[in-house]
């Protein structure tokens, strides 16, 4: 510098030197420099689906997530996700990863490696609709899940090719540690005793259609509840597929199944191979059960006769933020107790 300085033999050429090296310095610490550094997320909220805008129509598993935290989030264009990620300015983004397993693991690894956000640290809420058993759920509950399992990892053939009432599934081996993940038991717990007394929407029509099923647990008003969640791009019902579910729940040594849904597993590994699985949360709202009432074919309940459907879509979908949020908004708020880690539950 110091020869460069003493090649200029006009003061007015040295103060231009002196003005356009000041200017340099100072490009270093402009907003937009600052804009470039990579987003540190605290909580990442992953939806699959949307069914129309983000907001201002019929909300899906998305809206009510972005009209509490994004509204008016520039979105941020992530190559070979499904769509864009929002954030706001304590840490809490979000995107819409698409249904199915393919579909919304693809989009979350392609978020996760993407050099614009800091996973390092964050907490996950994999959030959505799916389905109950009769026997353990209802249309408008709220679940944490405990475990998640893989439906579809295994060997399948048809029933009767089998003895009568036997199931009709085994494990393939080499997939143990692609098939079920145990989800932090201090976490659930925390989501619990902060959501477990958040009131719950509930709908004329589901408490009617409710009455169909003799069961306690389908008769019962929404509440926020725990269990396993089977993952499976099969949108499977019946109580034959019902109870193989719950075979295989047992089977893997998980908890009751009690929520079907068909990303959370798949979303979960790729999770795990970056960061691990310690931050993850699985939250779903029961939209239908997973089998007919009594007296109602598989497929009659599958494809039911326009106004026989459950009802309840709106205010499960509510029901879902209004639990979700109460865990995102306490680790945003307690942020240095959770930085390192799940504080001990207390």
Not at 100 to 120: C, E, H, T
Not at 228 to 236: K, N, P
Not at 312 to 321: K, M, P
Request: proline share 7%.
């Amino acid at each position: 510098m110091r020869r460069l300085l003493a090649s200029f033999s006009s003061p007015l050429r040295l103060a231009a030197v002196l003005a356009l090296a000041a200017w340099l310095a100072g490009c270093a610490s402009t907003p937009g420099a600052e804009a470039q550094r990579p987003v540190r997320v605290k909580v990442f909220v992953a939806a699959m689906f949307e069914i129309g805008q983000n907001t201002g129509d019929r909300a899906g598993e998305f809206q009510h997530w972005y009209e509490r935290y994004w509204k008016g989030a520039t979105p941020i264009a992530v190559p070979g996700a499904l769509g864009p990620v929002y954030c706001n300015v304590d840490g809490v983004c979000g995107a819409v990863l698409g249904m199915g397993k393919v579909n919304s693991s693809s989009s979350m690894q392609a978020i996760l490696l993407n050099p614009r956000f800091d996973f390092s640290q964050a907490y996950y809420v994999i959030s959505g609709v799916g389905g109950t058993p009769p026997s353990r759920g209802t249309i408008g509950e709220v679940n944490w899940a405990t475990w998640l399992v893989d439906y579809d990892l295994g060997h399948r053939w048809a029933p009767e090719e089998n003895t009568a009432g036997a199931p009709t599934f085994m494990p393939r081996k080499g997939y143990e540690e692609y098939r079920r993940f145990q989800l932090n038991p201090q976490l659930v717990g925390w989501a619990m005793k902060l959501s477990a007394d958040t009131p719950l929407k509930d709908a004329d029509s589901a408490r009617t259609y409710r009455l169909r099923y003799p069961d306690a647990a389908a008769r019962r008003a929404p509440f926020v509840g725990t269990g396993t969640h089977m993952t499976g791009d099969t949108f499977f019902h019946g109580p034959g597929m019902s109870k193989q579910a719950q075979y295989i729940a047992k089977l893997y040594g998980a908890d009751d199944y009690v929520i079907t849904e068909m990303e959370a597993a798949a979303i979960t590994l790729v999770i795990k191979r970056t960061h691990g699985t310690d931050r993850v949360m699985s939250l779903r709202g029961a939209v239908n059960f997973d089998q007919g009432s009594p007296g109602e074919t598989t497929l009659q309940h599958l494809d039911p006769a326009p106004g026989q459907t459950a009802g309840g879509f709106a205010e499960t979908v509510a029901n879902i933020e209004a639990v979700g949020s109460r865990v995102v908004d306490h680790i945003v708020a307690h942020w240095p107790q959770w930085q390192a880690g799940v504080p001990p539950l207390r």
